[in-house]
């Protein structure tokens, strides 16, 4: 069974810098574009990046850029998300996404499997 799992969420502060992964399993992750995405309380789940098979980059939108990054090691079969200067607007539940063979459009109906989600919550 196919799983993406994210982990490295938690309570943060102002400031502090995150890293984000996500390991896929029942997966070659070589194959995939991997997005982010996050969903703040009480807001739509909203993209942020996806890497490509070649490592990549491409934004989705502008609020993380500047202070975040994102990374693959297809030996490990995992995907990471780097923030830095956290603020406490960066609260939400992250999740990664995969689409088969390119990173699609934001829109999420275009991915084919999704991760459950890690909380990161941003605090002073």
């Known amino acids: 069974q196919v799983q993406l799992v994210e982990s490295g969420g938690g309570m943060m502060q102002p400031g502090d810098f995150l890293r984000l992964t996500c390991i896929a399993y029942?997966?070659?992750?070589?194959?995939?574009?991997v997005a982010w995405f996050r969903q703040a309380p009480g807001k739509e789940r909203e993209g942020l990046f996806c890497?490509?098979?070649?490592?990549?980059?491409?934004p989705y939108r502008d609020v993380l850029r500047g202070r975040s990054s994102v990374s693959r090691d297809n030996v490990k079969n995992a995907a990471y998300l780097d923030m830095n200067a956290l603020k406490p607007d960066d609260t939400a539940v992250y999740y990664c996404?995969?689409?088969?063979?390119?990173?699609?459009?934001?829109?999420?109906?275009?991915?084919?499997?999704w991760g459950r989600g890690t909380q990161v919550t941003v605090s002073s």
């Open positions: 890497i490509g098979r070649g490592g990549v980059e491409m």
């Open positions: 996404a995969v689409r088969h063979s390119s990173c699609p459009t934001e829109e999420k109906s275009d991915f084919d499997y």
């Open positions: 029942q997966l070659n992750l070589e194959y995939y574009g």
